[in-house]
Structures are given as structure tokens and as C-alpha cells.
């Protein structure tokens, strides 16, 4: 059978869409942002984490679109909630947030074959401070990775930018987990690290499509995963944030599928 979109792999067995390609990966992306955006309202203290996935599983249904998660390496959620100390891959479940817990929610959706992966932070109640600087260092962290992106640098300066800017503030760079390459499957090469040294690993070409999703804590920078076999968490119990957009290499820099049309991707945002 012949594949419909021609294949072009890099030596370094990562993927070049074309350019028709960055409108699936658009739509996949918006459909993503915008179920982030929809559960802002239902993230308050009393609220289960569980009730919050219940609802983002509704809003994929009634878009006719597919979560990537359920049946994900048997994972049986439309989503991944992390609570304070967790890192990523949180179970949702019955416990009630409580005033001033800090949690990122991770969304993937398939629209039209399209892959769209994206989490960011949110507040229940009153935000400490030690909280806010976190969660602003960690999505500064993020957007100096996706400043890097464009033809010609490296995977290197992407993961340099952002250690670089968590460690000059003081905070640490989770080094467990990384983002990957997507399109039409969830994870594909590369390994997109948060840390690096700049102008190593593969270099960055047009067409490239992957996700960016630092991991920050507030302390040190080693997790440990809980019995449940998905929970990560930071060993020394300090507080973890992320926030994860999927990008597109473009001629000059990089487009972000997942922005949100709200406007609402830093919970201090509308
Ligand atoms: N969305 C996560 C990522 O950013 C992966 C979650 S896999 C799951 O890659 F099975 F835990 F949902
Ligand atoms: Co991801
Ligand atoms: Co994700």
C-alpha cells in the first residue's frame, strides 16, 4: 500500500512533514488547547481530580475526536493529573483538591488522525508565592526552548535554553522524562531532552514536528514512579511544575499548535 504523504526521515530517524501536513496538527493542537481551556472553571478546592477528567473525556466525545491516553499502554484516563509533588503521568482519582494545591493536567487528542499533546498548570484557590515563582520559571523555561527552535539549531539548544533558564533560577530541570517527535502516532524519535549542551544532538529542519514539555522543581531533580506504575514524583517530596505545547519546525522558527485560543495558558492569565 502506498503511504499517502510521501515519507522523507532525517538520519536521525526523525520525520519532515509537509507543509499541508501543519493544518491536521493545527486542528489536533486547537482541540487540545481549547479542552484545557474549558476545565479552568472546574479547578477549585472540593473538586476531585477524577470529576475534572470526566469532564475533559466528555469534551473529546463531543468533538468526535479520540483521546490518545485510553488504552495508551494501558492507561484507562483522558488525561494525566499531576498534584504539587507529582512530576507527570498522575492517575486521576477521588481525592479532593485543597486550597492552594497546584496541578498540571495532560491532554492528547487524535483529530483526524493528528496528533495534539499539551498540559499547563492550574491553580485551587489562592496561589502561594513559592508556587507562582515555580510555575512562571517553568513556563518561561518552555517558551526559551520554543524561542530556540528553527532550521539549523540543534535539539541541544533547545534542551541548553531551557536548563539554562530553570537553573539560573535556582530550580532543577527533571531529567526522567522528555518530549518527542509526533504526527500521526503519539511518540515518535526524538528524544526531546530538557537539558543539553548547545549545538549538540540532531539538527533541527523544517518540518519537524515534537512537543516540548519541561518538568521544573523547586528541588532537587530526581523522581521516583509510584506502585501504581504511572505516578512520578519528585523523591524529595519538593513541589514539580510542566507545561508542554507541540510545535512545528517552520522555515523560520517554529509554529505552536496548542496555543490557546483564550488565551488562558498560564493560570495567572484571564
Ligand atoms: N501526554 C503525555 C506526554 O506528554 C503522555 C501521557 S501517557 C499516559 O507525552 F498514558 F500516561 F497518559
Ligand atoms: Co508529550
Ligand atoms: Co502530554
Redesign the pocket.
Known amino acids: 500500500m502506498d503511504d499517502p504523504t510521501p515519507s522523507r526521515i532525517t538520519r536521525d530517524g526523525i520525520r519532515l512533514f509537509e507543509a499541508a501536513d501543519f493544518g491536521g496538527m493545527h486542528k489536533a493542537g486547537r482541540l487540545t488547547a481549547e479542552i484545557l481551556d474549558s476545565i479552568a472553571p472546574l479547578v477549585e478546592p472540593g473538586r476531585t481530580t477524577a470529576e475534572i477528567d470526566r469532564a475533559i473525556n466528555d469534551a473529546v466525545d463531543a468533538a468526535g475526536a479520540t483521546s490518545a ?1 485510553i488504552g ?2 494501558g ?1 484507562q484516563h483522558a488525561s ?1 493529573i499531576s498534584v504539587n509533588h507529582v512530576v507527570c ?1 498522575g492517575i486521576p482519582g477521588d481525592k479532593r483538591l485543597k486550597d492552594g494545591d497546584i496541578l498540571n493536567v ?1 491532554v ?1 487528542v487524535i483529530v483526524d488522525g493528528w496528533y495534539g ?1 499539551s ?1 499547563r498548570m492550574y491553580v485551587a484557590g489562592k496561589l502561594s508565592r513559592k508556587a507562582e515563582r515555580l510555575i512562571q520559571v517553568t513556563h518561561d523555561a518552555l517558551m526559551k526552548g520554543i524561542e530556540a527552535v528553527r532550521p539549523g539549531n540543534t535539539f541541544g539548544d533547545i534542551g541548553h535554553a531551557i536548563q539554562a533558564y530553570a537553573e539560573a533560577h535556582r530550580m532543577s530541570i527533571v531529567r526522567d522524562f522528555c518530549g ?1 517527535g509526533l504526527g500521526r502516532v503519539f ?1 515518535a524519535p526524538p528524544n526531546v531532552l530538557h537539558y543539553g549542551r548547545p549545538g549538540t544532538g540532531a539538527t533541527l529542519e523544517e518540518g519537524m514536528f515534537f ?1 516540548i ?1 519541561p518538568m521544573v522543581n523547586l528541588g532537587r531533580p530526581e523522581t521516583k514512579v509510584l506502585a501504581d506504575d ?1 505516578t512520578a514524583v519528585t523523591r524529595d517530596k519538593s513541589l514539580s511544575a510542566q507545561f ?1 505545547h507541540s510545535v512545528g519546525v517552520t522555515a523560520t522558527g517554529a509554529e505552536i499548535f496548542t496555543l490557546s485560543p483564550a488565551g488562558k495558558f498560564h493560570p495567572t492569565w484571564s
Request: charge should be negative.
Open positions: 491516553t495508551y499502554k492507561y494525566c503521568h495532560d492528547t499533546d498540559s518527542h511518540h512537543t514539555e504511572w508542554e
